[in-house]
Nanobody, 115 residues
Framework: QVRLVESGGGLVQPGGSLRLSCVAS????????MNWYRQSPGKQRELVAN???????NYVDSVKDRFTISRDNVRTTMYLHMNNLTPDDTAVYYCTTYARGSQVWGRGTQVTVSS
């Protein structure tokens, strides 16, 4: 069974930083492209960033130069380092990958940016 578990969310002031983690199990982690999505109330879920098995990275324009995605294949963990956070970054952040014929999602971790 493929399982993804996110952590690291919380309440942070504008301009602050957080690091999200996603621990994967049930897959040969190093072979998979891993993705971070987010969803704010009333908005569609959007791709924030992803990282391929070869460590190629892609970001949505709104987070470029502020967020960094990384992975540790030994710990089967993906990270999202978020800097200079703004209220627009408030959302539930989800880890996801396509494995065994389906898109697998974690339960998400809430990030709230507010003063």
């Amino acid at each position: 069974q493929v399982r993804l578990v996110e952590s690291g969310g919380g309440l942070v002031q504008p301009g602050g930083s957080l690091r999200l983690s996603c621990v994967a199990s049930g897959i040969n982690f190093k072979l998979y492209t891993m993705n971070w999505y987010r969803q704010s109330p009333g908005k569609q879920r959007e791709l924030v960033a992803n990282i391929t098995s070869e460590h190629n990275r892609n970001y949505v324009d709104s987070v470029k130069d502020r967020f960094t995605i990384s992975r540790d294949n030994v710990r089967t963990t993906m990270y999202l380092h978020m800097n200079n956070l703004t209220p627009d970054d408030t959302a539930v952040y989800y880890c996801t990958t396509y494995a065994r014929g389906s898109q697998v999602w974690g339960r998400g971790t809430q990030v709230t940016v507010s003063s």
